[in-house]
Nanobody, 123 residues
């Protein structure tokens, strides 16, 4: 499975961005998906995760109420809608997938990764 992220960029604090993650290859597999981020000097962290059906989601506390993860299995694409962005949201955002119908929240359990997209939030 190949993952390609898009939608990153520079935005002012309080603004919004929507990241997309397009999957290709063995997309007939049921894939749990997640969005991670890594800021300079920090470890990569899970931002949000979604199960294959979309019925289960998980968010890191710092983005709850501001970010929404979703997916369109017909288009083989996952999304991360980011609202009310803060400077501390600045990071490289990565999409990840794993062959599981269930929610996957641990980084080590994700098998497939995108190349990342930069999100910069100015104050």
């Amino acid at each position: 499975v190949k993952l390609v992220e898009s939608g990153g960029g520079l935005v002012q604090a309080g603004g919004s961005l929507r990241l997309s993650c397009a999957a290709s290859g063995r997309t007939s597999m049921s894939n749990a998906m997640g969005w991670f981020r890594q800021a300079p000097g920090k470890e990569r962290e899970l931002v949000a995760a979604i199960s294959w059906s979309g019925s289960s989601t998980n968010y890191v506390d710092s983005v709850k109420g501001r970010f929404t993860i979703s997916r369109d299995n017909v288009k083989n694409t996952a999304y991360l809608q980011m609202n009310s962005l803060k400077p501390e949201d600045t990071a490289v955002y990565y999409c990840a997938a794993d062959a599981s119908v269930l929610l996957v929240t641990k980084e080590r359990d994700y098998r497939y990764w995108g190349q990342g997209t930069q999100v910069t939030v100015s104050s």
